[in-house]
């Protein structure tokens, strides 16, 4: 295990590849960034010390290649590897390749991640650890008509999901049984495209829960803290889209007892490194869901509300130190809250956007951090996940985040594809939500009128865009000469 | 109504109601987007076009592709009868699986993609006669 870290490859993109760079920075560590051919010119390549071509614009020939990534590790000289979230971050057959190459994996041991990985033995160790569990079980039979057994075994409604993958990726609801056919195959070619592991998984749908998890963290040294929770129980077809911390649903009381069963879990399981165990709460009852077994996307709501910063510490422990804080220095303060901005389109069904950013001005604010991976002039492509950005807003008290979040979000202009802003908008500035008692549910029920599109545009808006027409004609994108396929 | 006037690259203040406000502008006068306090609008807001919005409803007859994409899987033929909202296709583009549904009840008349093709966006994928 371990070593000093000396040059990091960061396996992965985006604004998680430009978080993992600039922590490189901060340490002394050299970063290498690797690219696909479609993210030659990516933000995160640029701000890399060094920069390896890795394969094709599919993320399967080339962010999902280990071969491939393992043979960027060897030319650029790397001692560790950094999977980031998604892509190759809760593949055990990676760690451990990375462990053959004798180059450091930042992240728990690849037994660790198999295990946890497994949705069976993650169950039995959450089991084993006095924690409680949701009904449900990967049937041994993965055809068609096994699925279907193993879903009437667990009770309607359910849910499919990807036994290899998160996101909700592969994931489908089924309430009566006539729909369990068309379900379990769709939720088998989303598994195969996503994960490339087409198993799946059936579980009772517990509806109207919050979704609430735990950071946890564990060294080499038998130390293991909880960094509190995040509430994500703002999702639009089980993809999280607003994350907070504290959350507005847990008690003191049962903050206590969930922090208790998410540290004996860890324990329970030989955690290492930084991990995430996911929880349903609903009302004074907690069940657990799966442990993220790599850093979390909405990480920074952890790091704001605790001022940690839980990529340093990360890289410490991979290199087998100790962890940076014992649990008594670990304190919730304030409140922190985060919106993910999507290349979307709400009006058009949530349908993924590609295409050049025209314009794009982050805001800056006190108490507002943005993690971005894209730039202005820059291309979206088809080819990897919509997410642009992630803003993070800070204050004393909730209400007053959520204003930030807010003026943020109203002053974070994004042109030339459409994104979710304006439906981020809607959920924040709703009753229910400032109320703090918006279950997982919330916007599949309510949430079609937040995707609504914009109505007429106001007389002196328009004014500015016809002078942008006289004054300006050339400037902020002519006629965009964009081509997806050699952008 | 208030003045106009230009701060940066795209960015114009404008005085509405006593208040100062910022608006961002970018792309060609027929296909402009703006952005103003988390809203954004597209099209053409040229004085002799007023109100005409660029997105165009798609033909009745003909089905395009909303976004560069893969086809993952066709269900219907040249000659197979379709009811509206049926799907007929299956795209993915960005891990995500996007379903084509048939626009209103017909005949696919043409099928012009096949498995495994990239589609660019707005490529026309299949024909219905109505």
């Given at each position: ?118 949705k069976?033995?993650?169950r039995?160790?959450?089991g084993?650890?006095?924690?409680p569990i949701v009904p449900g079980e ?12 193993a879903i009437?075994r667990v009770g309607l409604p359910a849910l ?41 998984y059936v579980e009772r749908l517990i ?73 349903l ?6 069940y657990f ?199 | ?130």
């Open positions: 295990m371990g070593g000093v870290i000396r040059r990091l490859l960061i396996a992965n993109r985006g604004e998680i590849a430009l978080r993992i760079i600039r922590a490189c920075r901060e340490l002394g560590i050299e970063s290498v960034a690797v690219h696909s051919d479609a993210d030659a010119h990516a933000p995160h390549v640029a701000a890399a010390d060094h920069a390896v071509a890795i394969g094709a614009a599919p993320a399967a020939e080339s962010y999902l290649s280990i071969p491939r990534l393992l043979d960027a590790a060897r030319r650029s000289g790397a001692d560790a590897v950094h999977p980031g979230y998604g892509f190759l971050s809760e593949n055990p057959a990676f760690a451990r390749a990375c462990g053959e190459a004798g180059v450091t994996f930042v992240g728990p041991p690849p037994d660790v991640m198999a295990r946890l990985g497994s069976i033995e993650a039995q160790v959450a084993q650890a006095g924690a990967t049937p041994a039979d993965q055809t068609d008509a096994g699925v279907q057994t009437e499919i999901k990807a036994s290899a993958g998160g996101g909700g990726r592969g994931m489908r609801v089924v309430r009566a049984g006539g729909e369990i056919a068309a379900a379990v195959q769709a939720a088998r070619r989303e598994a195969s495209a996503a994960f490339g592991d087409g198993t799946l509806e109207g829960a919050h979704h609430v998890e735990i950071q946890i963290f564990a060294d080499d040294h038998g130390s293991v803290v909880h960094l509190f929770e995040r509430d994500c129980s703002v999702q639009r077809r089980h993809q999280k889209v607003i994350e907070e911390s504290p959350s507005p649903v847990l008690t003191p009381a049962l903050r206590e007892r969930m922090t208790g069963a998410a540290v004996a879990i860890a324990r329970a399981a030989g955690y290492r490194n930084a991990g995430t165990v996911e929880f709460v609903k009302g004074d009852a907690f869901l799966e442990v993220n077994a790599r850093l979390q996307v909405e990480h920074p709501v952890t790091e704001l509300v605790t001022s940690l910063d839980l990529v340093r510490a990360q890289l410490l422990a991979a290199a087998g130190e100790r962890l940076p804080w014992r649990q008594p220095d670990v304190q919730q303060r304030g409140h922190a809250i985060e919106a993910r901005v999507y290349a979307e389109d709400p009006a058009q069904g949530f349908l993924p956007q590609a295409g050049p950013l025209l314009l794009y001005r982050e805001p800056r604010l006190p108490g507002v951090r943005i993690d971005s991976g894209v730039v202005e002039g820059g291309t979206v492509s088809i080819h990897y996940d919509p997410l642009l950005a992630k803003v993070i807003a800070a204050a004393e008290t909730r209400d007053l985040a959520i204003a930030r979040l807010a003026s943020a979000l109203r002053g974070f202009p994004i042109l030339g594809i459409r994104t979710n802003i304006p439906y981020l908008l809607r959920i924040v500035e709703h009753p229910h939500f400032r109320g703090g008692s918006i279950d997982t549910g919330f916007l599949d029920r309510e949430g079609a009128a937040f995707a609504e599109a914009e109505t007429a545009i106001p007389p002196h808006v328009r004014e500015a865009a016809l002078a942008h027409s006289i004054s300006n004609p050339q400037s902020a994108g002519g006629t965009p000469k964009w081509d997806p396929w050699n952008a | 109504m208030g003045s106009v006037e230009r701060v940066g690259d795209g960015v114009y203040r404008v005085e509405a109601n006593g208040k100062m406000e910022l608006v961002y502008v970018a792309g060609p006068p027929n296909d402009r987007w703006v952005f103003w306090n988390g809203h954004v609008f597209r099209g053409d807001f040229g004085p002799s076009t007023a109100g005409r919005h660029v997105p165009t409803e798609p033909s009745k007859q003909s089905l395009t592709a909303p976004m560069p994409a893969t086809v993952v899987a066709i269900h219907v033929r040249p000659g197979d009868r379709v009811t509206r909202g049926q799907v007929v296709m299956l795209l993915e583009a960005m891990k995500m699986e996007l379903p084509v549904r048939a626009p209103g009840d017909g005949v696919v008349s043409a099928v012009h993609c096949a498995k495994g093709d990239l589609v660019q966006a707005d490529a026309v994928l299949l024909e219905l006669d109505a």
